[in-house]
């Protein structure tokens, strides 16, 4: 299968999973709080992923079109994200890529399971719009930043998942000095 070749099979509206037949990296962008803001910059950041992750205050639908023209896009919703188009975006979503299984919610307040004990080696949130890779008990949790507006003198930023096999690598970008 060529790098490029992902297909996604949703299972239902909170599992979706990437069947990958040969253990290649795969490139996943992680974005969060664009709050109807789709910078050029996070664009390029993302072309060549061949999956995103969107943590919540998207804002517009508009945004998750434009990104499923880059790749397939598991979103979840966020504190800023109402009306009916919101509605059918989950407050959490858990994906498998490879062999590494994904929680994605946008508040980490919100976490109601124990990650490490349901085999969840990376949590994807937003929220905060800080910027942040940790790692606590074998689990990684990744904060992309915030890929919107600036607020709170924080830098404008997004992140990237590469998983091979188990394996799994993150980092941030600053996208704007």
């Given at each position: 299968?060529?790098?490029?070749?992902?297909?996604?099979?949703?299972?239902?509206?909170?599992?979706?999973?990437?069947?990958?037949?040969?253990?290649?990296?795969?490139?996943?962008?992680?974005?969060?709080?664009?709050?109807?803001?789709?910078?050029?910059?996070?664009l390029?950041?993302?072309?060549?992923?061949?999956?995103?992750?969107?943590?919540?205050?998207?804002?517009?639908?508009?945004?998750?079109?434009?990104?499923?023209?880059?790749?397939?896009?598991?979103?979840?919703?966020?504190?800023?994200?109402?009306?009916?188009?919101?509605?059918?975006?989950?407050?959490?979503?858990?994906?498998?890529?490879?062999?590494?299984?994904?929680?994605?919610?946008?508040?980490?307040?919100?976490?109601?399971?124990?990650?490490?004990?349901?085999?969840?080696?990376?949590?994807?949130?937003?929220?905060?719009?800080?910027?942040?890779?940790?790692e606590?008990?074998?689990?990684?949790?990744?904060?992309?930043?915030?890929?919107?507006?600036?607020?709170?003198?924080?830098?404008?930023?997004?992140?990237?998942?590469?998983?091979?096999?188990?394996?799994?690598?993150?980092?941030?970008?600053?996208?704007?000095?």
């Amino acid at each position: 299968m060529a790098r490029g070749a992902l297909r996604a099979a949703l299972i239902d509206s909170t599992y979706l999973t990437y069947l990958i037949s040969h253990a290649v990296m795969t490139r996943i962008g992680l974005i969060s709080d664009t709050h109807n803001l789709l910078r050029p910059e996070v664009l390029r950041h993302l072309q060549g992923c061949e999956a995103i992750i969107h943590a919540g205050d998207i804002c517009e639908p508009g945004v998750l079109e434009a990104l499923r023209e880059i790749a397939p896009v598991t979103a979840v919703r966020g504190n800023n994200d109402g009306g009916e188009w919101a509605r059918a975006i989950p407050t959490h979503a858990t994906l498998t890529v490879q062999q590494v299984k994904i929680l994605v919610v946008h508040d980490q307040a919100d976490i109601d399971v124990d990650p490490g004990s349901e085999g969840i080696r990376v949590v994807v949130t937003g929220h905060s719009h800080k910027p942040l890779i940790d790692e606590r008990d074998g689990v990684l949790y990744v904060n992309p930043g915030s890929a919107g507006p600036r607020r709170f003198k924080l830098p404008v930023s997004a992140g990237l998942l590469e998983v091979e096999g188990a394996q799994v690598v993150a980092s941030l970008q600053q996208l704007l000095e």
